[in-house]
């Protein structure tokens, strides 16, 4: 491999936006860390595209590398847990975000952030998941935890056609529940379809501020947008019934009652990926590499390159990228 490699890179300019660069780097140019990574896959999340455009104030260090998701092989290792040509991926803990991320052919990091491949799982399956299926899997586990059975009715799943919601159609349908999809894309209803979802729901249907108590209809629910689709959601919510809340898509508001929680036992569990301990998030990548249909991924995914990113970083903010975006590095 050449001494030098590509990355995107965000600068702030004169006036404080943010402008995104492809640049060519050497290994001196990388942060700190004990483990360098050649990068084979990388993905595009919602909060990369906040970082890309400078909409959201997601980057807290610049310039930065975005990319909060990398998948590839150990280069380079001076802690004793990794030995180069070691199968590995990384999410969360701020990568991308605080610390330079997977948008690069090369980067270095830290070793405890790092986590095996699965076994079962290449590269580029590990990055149509990434932080979006770690997410997905956790909602589920969540919700197991809640006690929410697959046999207990419905299960909603909201933003149904975004990363997070795909997969966690995907999962909870292979897990046997039965998953109604909320989408503001009716034209993808086929494709939700041969994820697994049971029912399509247009996202209007729920978009009304609701009554503090609605008719009962979920068993339980993997929130991916929050604001009134949240709201609804709680107050349909069966007796017992759980909400796993993980996104914001749509608003980081939530505006609702007590009702749905004294008078029908609910929970609302929050769901976070970024800094989910070690032990849970091994779990949930065993669990990943076993239970979700392969087929799933393939259908799931695109393939893009770092020329790509800045467009579709406003695409995926404008909730018009289907999937996952997997980004080659190679
Ligand atoms: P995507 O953009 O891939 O998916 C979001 C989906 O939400 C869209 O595809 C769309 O689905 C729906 N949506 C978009 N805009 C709106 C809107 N205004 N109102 C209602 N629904 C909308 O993003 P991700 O799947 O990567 O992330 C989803 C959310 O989860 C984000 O808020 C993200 O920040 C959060 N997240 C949180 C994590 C955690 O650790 N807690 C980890 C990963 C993501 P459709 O067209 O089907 O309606």
Redesign the pocket.
């Known amino acids: 491999m050449s001494e030098t490699f590509r990355a995107l890179v965000l600068e702030r300019d004169d006036e404080g936006a943010t402008q995104a660069q492809i640049r060519t780097l050497s290994e001196a140019d990388l942060p700190e860390g004990d483990v360098l990574i050649e990068v084979a896959y990388s993905s595009l999340?919602?909060?990369d595209g906040l970082a890309i455009t400078g909409r959201g104030k997601v980057v807290r260090e610049w310039p930065m590398v975005p990319g909060i998701d990398l998948a590839g092989r150990v280069l380079a290792s001076d802690s004793p847990d990794w030995q180069p040509g070691d199968a590995v991926l990384l999410t969360g803990w701020g990568v991308g975000e605080r610390y330079w991320g997977g948008f690069s052919q090369r980067q270095r990091v830290r070793s405890e952030w790092l986590v095996p491949l699965p076994e079962g799982l290449d590269a580029l399956d590990a990055m149509t998941l990434g932080?979006?299926g770690l997410?997905a899997m956790l909602c589920v586990m969540t919700l197991e935890e809640a006690g929410v059975k697959a046999d207990a009715g419905p299960v909603l799943v909201?933003?149904?056609?975004?990363?997070?919601?795909s997969l966690a159609v995907a999962l909870l349908s292979a897990a046997g529940y039965e998953v109604t999809a909320?989408?503001?894309?009716p034209e993808?209803a086929d494709w939700l379809r041969e994820l697994g979802a049971a029912e399509i729901l247009s996202?209007e249907s729920m978009s009304a501020p609701p009554r503090p108590l609605e008719s009962q209809r979920w068993a339980g629910a993997v929130d991916?947008?929050g604001?009134v689709?949240l709201a609804r959601t709680l107050a349909e919510l069966r007796y017992g019934g759980a909400v796993a809340a993980?996104?914001?898509?749509?608003s980081h508001e939530l505006s609702t009652t007590v009702m749905p929680f004294i008078l029908r036992n609910v929970s609302l569990r929050g769901?976070?990926?970024?800094v989910c301990p070690r032990e849970r998030r091994l779990a949930a990548w065993e669990r990943l590499a076993r239970d979700l249909p392969r087929e799933h991924l393939a259908a799931i995914r695109q393939v893009a390159r770092l020329e790509d990113l800045p467009a579709l970083a406003e695409r995926?903010l404008a909730?018009q990228?289907r999937g996952r975006v997997v980004v080659d590095l190679q």
Not at 182 to 185: A, K, M, P, V, Y
Not at 271 to 274: A, K
Request: proline share 0%; charged share 10%; glycine share 28%.
């Open positions: 999340n919602y909060k932080t979006a997410t909201s933003g149904a056609s975004g990363g997070v919601g909320l989408t503001g894309r993808g996202r991916t947008v604001g689709v993980c996104g914001l898509a749509g769901v976070d990926s970024v995926i909730g990228v």
